[in-house]
């Protein structure tokens, strides 16, 4: 009897134990605005990078066709390296003038640790930008509209 507690004991334990190690995330929603450029759909990758501008997790990407996730490099060799299933986190390329509305899911503990959110685009027959732009991953970063470098005119999150 006494076996049957401590084994009981040590289950409801490893349960805590176990939920506390999952990670709390928030759900924002990503508005993005694409500027007027003329061509094709943008693919889009927006990525959590750490301090040091490493990848550490893909959040989305805007495009499907993964015959071009290629023309997105840097995104790429990390992807190569580390494939995951991204099916539940991919929508349509986006074309110039458009708007984009998705949610991404942010860890909060990632939030005033160092952490940027990277907006990598790629246009065929046109420039590839590795960072078009990205948020820095605080309070206030997440709170302000971010304008992009390239095929990006502005991005704004506003938590759910």
Known sequence: MKSILKISL???????LSFQATAQTSKYK??????????EGAYIV??????????????YVMGDDK???KTLKEWHKFYSKKPSDISAKTGASVTGGDRSITTIEIEDAKINKGYKLRFETA???HKYYTADLEIPLTTQ???EKTEGKGYIRYVRLSKI
């Open 10 to 16: 040590t289950a409801v334990l490893l349960c805590l």
């Open 123 to 125: 246009v065929e027959d």
């Open 67 to 69: 015959k071009w996730y």
């Open 30 to 39: 990503c508005m993005l605005q694409m500027s007027n450029y003329m061509g």
């Open 141 to 143: 970063g997440i709170a």
């Open 46 to 59: 927006v990525s959590l990078v750490n301090a040091k501008g490493e990848y550490d997790k893909t959040l």
